[in-house]
C-alpha cells in the first residue's frame, strides 16, 4: 500500500527479531480499504488517523506540544521507556530520536490496525536490529518475559512507563493494559529488591538445609495423592476464630493445611490440620516457637522450602518434607527429579498450587480474609496478632454487605496474586467467606453450604492414600553427585584479573578492550546454571562493569577485584555443601 511505505519491510524484520509479535499480527484480519482511508492530512497539515467519531487523533494537540515531557532526565543509556500505543509513531519516534542506542523502547499497541499503521510510516529496522526497539504482544506471560529482560535497567537506570494519551481516544483497553503493565512492574520491582538484598540468604540457606533435604525425602509421591479428597487451607484471618470451632466439631473427612506461623492460632480453635508449610527465609520465623505447643505439633508434617532458615527448620518438632522452589538451586539441580514449585507472595497462594497438583476435588479456604473489621488483623495466637500497620500502608475497602474494612498494600498483592493464580487452577475454589475482602474466582459459601456441598466429604479409602503418599514422602533418596569448580574457577578468574591489571595500566588505550574482558567474565559467571543463583550478586555486580558502563576510571578495577574475591568465596563454599562424599570423608 503507497500510503504504507515502509510497511512491508518491517513486517519482514519482525518476523526475524520478534516471532510472537509477528505471529499475532498474521493472524489478523485486516480492512486495507478501511486502513487507507483513516490516514489523512489534519488541519495542521500533519499525517493523522480518522478515528470512529469522525475526528482525528491528533486535531486537538500537536505531537510536539504532548510528547515535549517525554524525557529522559538522567541515567539515559542504562534505562528503559515503556510506551503503551503507538498511534502513528511521533510518541515512540521522538523517544528513538532523543534517546543513546543503549536505552531500550518497549512499545504496547492493543489495537492491531493501529500498530500496523505506525509500521507502516518509519523505518524501524534499524533500531530493531540493533537491539533498542521491542514490540510487546497483549500478553501477560510474554509480557512478564520482556520485563523480567529489564533487570539490568530496574538495577542501574529507570524505567519510565508511558500511557500514550491520544491513544486513549481509541477505547479503555488502553488505560486498562497499562495498569497490567504498572501492576507488573512493581511487582518485578519487589522481586528484584527481594533478590538483590536476599538472594544470598535464601540460597545459603538452601546451602546449609542440602544435607538434611537429601534425608528427608521428596515431596514427589504426592503428585495427584489427593484424588477423591477435599482440602480445607486455614488461614489466620479474623474469621478463624468464627469458623475453625466449627470445622473443630464437625472437621467431615477433609485434608486440613495451613502455614507454620498460623499453627499456634490453628490449635486455639481446636483443629488439628494434617500438615503445615513453611516457606519463609527470614530467621524472624523463630517467633513461631514462642506459642507453638511442641508436644502437639510433633506429629503434623512440616512441607519445607528448602529456603527456610535452617534454625528455624532445625527448630521444628515434627517430621519434614523438603520442597525446592524456584531462584535457587532446585531450579537447575534437581528439575528433571523433582517438581520445583513457584512460590507465591503468600503460603496461602503456594498451598493453593501445591494442592491442585496434588489433584484434590476441591478447595476451601478458611479464614482467608486479606483485611479486617475494626483493629483485629489475626486471629489469636498468630504472631502478628495485635499488630499495627503504618498509615501509608494500609488501604480502605468495603466487604460484599458494604461495610468498611481496612487491609494493607502488602494483603491487597497477595489476593491480586491470588485471584490470578485462581484462573489457572484445574481444582475449584471455595472461601467459607468471614465478611472480609472478596476472593474473585472463589464461591462464597456458609456453613450450611459446606456441609449441603459435601465439601468436607471424600471417596472411600482416598484419606488413607494421601496419608501413605505422605508417609513415603519421608523416605530417603540418594544423595546426587556434583563436580568441584572451586580450582578451576580460580584459576580462570585470576587470570583475567591479571589481564585487567595489565590493561588498566594503559587505560585510556584500552577501554574497548577493558570492556571486552569484563563481558567475558560476565559471561563466565553465568556458564554454569547450578551456581547461577547463589552468584546472583556478583553476575549482577558484573552486568553493571561490562553492560551498563562503556568507559571505564581507576576505581573500575578495585571494584572487580571485590566481585571476582567474593565469587572464588562463594564457589568454594558451594563446592563444600554440595560434595556430600567429601564432608562424610571429613566427618
Known sequence: MSAYPFLKENIEALETYNPPLYAWLSSQDFDEEKLTQCLFKNRWDI????????????ESFLPNLIYKDWIVPEKAETSATFIIGCNLGYGLNHVLMTTPDTHKVIVSEPNAEMLLACLGQTDYRPFMENGKLHFCPVDENRLMSIIKDLDLQFVYGKIYLRLDMPSQQIGPEYARWSATIRDKMESFSVEMTTLRLKQD????????NFSRTIQDGTISTLKNAGRGLGAVILGAGPSLAEFG???????????????????????????????????????????VYEQLDREWAKDIPLIYSTKLDHKVLEAYPGPTIPMWTLGGLGTFAFNQHEEIFDAGSNVSITLNRFLDWCGFNQILL???????????????????????????????????????????????????????????????????????????????????????????????????????????????????????????????????????????????????????????????????????PYLYNEILDMAGLA???????????????????????????????LNLEERKEAA
Open 245 to 287: 470451632p466449627e470445622l473443630a466439631k464437625n472437621p467431615g473427612n477433609a485434608v486440613y493445611v495451613t502455614a507454620l506461623q498460623t499453627l499456634p492460632a490453628v490449635q486455639k480453635t481446636g483443629l488439628k490440620p494434617h500438615f503445615c508449610m513453611g516457606l519463609d527465609y527470614n530467621e524472624s520465623m523463630l517467633r
Open 547 to 577: 553492560r551498563a558502563k562503556t568507559s571505564y576510571a581507576p576505581k573500575d578495577l578495585p571494584h572487580f577485584k571485590k566481585i571476582a574475591k567474593k565469587t572464588i568465596k562463594k564457589v568454594r563454599y558451594m563446592d563444600r555443601c
Open 47 to 58: 499525517l493523522d488517523w480518522k478515528m470512529e467519531n469522525g475526528n482525528g487523533m491528533f
Open 366 to 532: 478458611v479464614g482467608q480474609d486479606f483485611a479486617w473489621k475494626g483493629k483485629v488483623s489475626h486471629a489469636a495466637g498468630h504472631q502478628n496478632a495485635g499488630a499495627t500497620f503504618p498509615a501509608s500502608a494500609l488501604v480502605r475497602l468495603k466487604n460484599a454487605d458494604g461495610e468498611n474494612l481496612t487491609s494493607s498494600i502488602q494483603y491487597m498483592t497477595s489476593k491480586r496474586e491470588m485471584e490470578e493464580d485462581i484462573t489457572k487452577l484445574k481444582t475449584p475454589v471455595f472461601n467459607l467467606y468471614g465478611g472480609c475482602a472478596l476472593i474473585d474466582g472463589t464461591k462464597n459459601v456458609d456453613m450450611q453450604k459446606v456441609n449441603m456441598n459435601g465439601l468436607l466429604a471424600s471417596a472411600p479409602g482416598s484419606m488413607d492414600y494421601f496419608l501413605t503418599a505422605m508417609n513415603l514422602a519421608r523416605t530417603p533418596r540418594p544423595a546426587p553427585r556434583f563436580e568441584s569448580r572451586s580450582q578451576k574457577w580460580n584459576v580462570s578468574i585470576r587470570n583475567a584479573t591479571k589481564k585487567l591489571e595489565k590493561l588498566f595500566r594503559k587505560l585510556n588505550k584500552n577501554q574497548k578492550e577493558i570492556n571486552k574482558t569484563f563481558h567475558d567474565v560476565y559471561f563466565f559467571l553465568r556458564q554454569d546454571p547450578l551456581y547461577l
Open 201 to 208: 540468604v535464601m540460597v545459603g540457606n538452601e546451602l546449609e
